[in-house]
């Protein structure tokens, strides 16, 4: 029902910035929030961020709170994450999702959400 494709992940060093980019496709109408997740090796799927597909609710996890923006741009069927003062434990496979069902509050947990993109690597070197 609906597609998700990342890009924009890369090799950074500390300190510097990407901007990770979502193409939506498919059913897009019934997408109620975009996620975006994270996964290092060795690690659990990490919540990262959250925003409604309409509206202006967003949500961040506290460990990029501040250096993170999650974005979307209903006209383009696109969501977007802005990623600033990049830190090697920021590196993993980050992966974008639609959440469906979010209506009057944004979700958290990777098992509400979906569907999924194939995730783009993001390595940040100290």
């Known amino acids: 029902q609906v597609q998700l494709v990342e890009s924009g992940g890369g090799l950074v060093q500390a300190g510097d910035s990407l901007r990770l980019s979502c193409a939506t496709s498919g059913r897009t109408f019934s997408i109620g929030a975009m996620g975006w997740f994270r996964q290092a090796p060795g690690k659990e799927r990490e919540f990262v961020s959250a925003i409604s597909w309409r509206g202006s609710n967003s949500y961040y996890a506290d460990s990029v709170k501040g250096r993170f923006t999650i974005s979307r741009d209903n006209a383009k069927n696109t969501a977007a994450l802005q990623m600033n003062s990049l830190k090697p434990e920021d590196t993993a496979v980050y992966y974008c999702?639609?959440?469906?069902?979010?209506?009057?509050?944004?979700?958290?947990?990777?098992?509400?959400?979906?569907?999924w993109g194939q995730g783009t690597q993001v390595t940040v070197s100290s």
């Open positions: 999702a639609a959440d469906i069902n979010a209506v009057l509050r944004l979700r958290l947990l990777a098992r509400e959400y979906e569907y």
